[in-house]
T-cell receptor, first 114, second 110 residues
Framework: SAVISQKPSRDICQRGTSLTIQCQVD?????MFWYRQQPGQSLTLIAT?????????ESGFVIDKFPISRPNLTFSTLTVSNMSPEDSSIYLC???????????FGPGTRLTVL | GQNIDQPTEMTATEGAIVQINCTYQ??????LFWYQQHAGEAPTFLSY??LDGLEEKGRFSSFLSRSKGYSYLLLKELQMKDSASYLC???????????WGAGTKLIIKP
């Protein structure tokens, strides 16, 4: 498994502002994933971040709104830009570990936009 | 297209056994995963199946039939702490991303 931490754990933000979420892993990993989870819903993949290359975004998510950095093999950030109340959600990072490449998740960041 | 189906909600009694089913239709297959998610927490990895058959891990077992596009998670000797959502996810072999089911909310009653 892997130990994954996220900062902040929660935040309340004003619309129009931006928030950067950090994800730190205790071991080097190739791929890191960023998800969003609305209350009572399943996971929606925002993007996949590989070190040394641009992130790959899923349909409906764009780099201008969700810029991602991946400066090394243990760290990534996701920025939620120009926030609106619709961005209120839990944001999760995950990494693939082990032979099965199961994904292990950070504790999540609960974002509320007023 | 891609599709994963799970029941939305199930109820079971403490001490009993419950089976949560998952059916999938994907363009490829490279493994099926089960996760547990307690309210307000992140998903935690439970099991992985890539070959047909049953994988047992303590009170939890997971079964896979690739020909039927079907899996189930079996929970035995249910405890109150097993109340959670259970998510089924499939990895297609095309891009190694996971396709997630909507999750099954399991309610355990005393």
């Amino acid at each position: 498994s892997a130990v994954i931490s996220q900062k902040p754990s929660r935040d309340i933000c004003q619309r129009g502002t931006s928030l950067t979420i950090q994800c730190q892993v205790d071991s080097q990993v190739t791929m890191m994933f960023w998800y969003r989870q609305q209350p009572g819903q399943s996971l929606t993949l925002i993007a996949t971040a590989n070190q040394g290359s641009e992130a790959t975004y899923e349909s409906g998510f764009v780099i201008d709104k969700f810029p991602i950095s991946r400066p090394n093999l243990t760290f990534s950030t996701l920025t939620v830009s120009n926030m609106s109340p619709e961005d209120s959600s839990i944001y999760l990072c995950s990494v693939e570990v082990g032979e099965s490449l199961a994904q292990y998740f950070g504790p999540g960041t609960r974002l509320t936009v007023l | 297209g891609q599709n994963i189906d799970q029941p939305t909600e199930m109820t079971a009694t403490e001490g009993a056994i419950v089976q949560i089913n998952c059916t999938y239709q994907t363009s490829g297959f490279n493994g099926l995963f089960w996760y547990q998610q307690h309210a307000g927490e992140a998903p935690t990895f439970l099991s992985y199946n890539v070959l047909d058959g049953l994988e047992e891990k303590g009170r939890f077992s997971s079964f896979l039939s690739r020909s039927k596009g079907y899996s189930y998670l079996l929970l035995k000797e249910l405890q109150m702490k097993d109340s959670a959502s259970y998510l089924c996810a499939v990895r297609e072999d095309s891009n190694y991303q996971l396709i997630w089911g909507a999750g099954t909310k399991l309610i355990i009653k005393p």
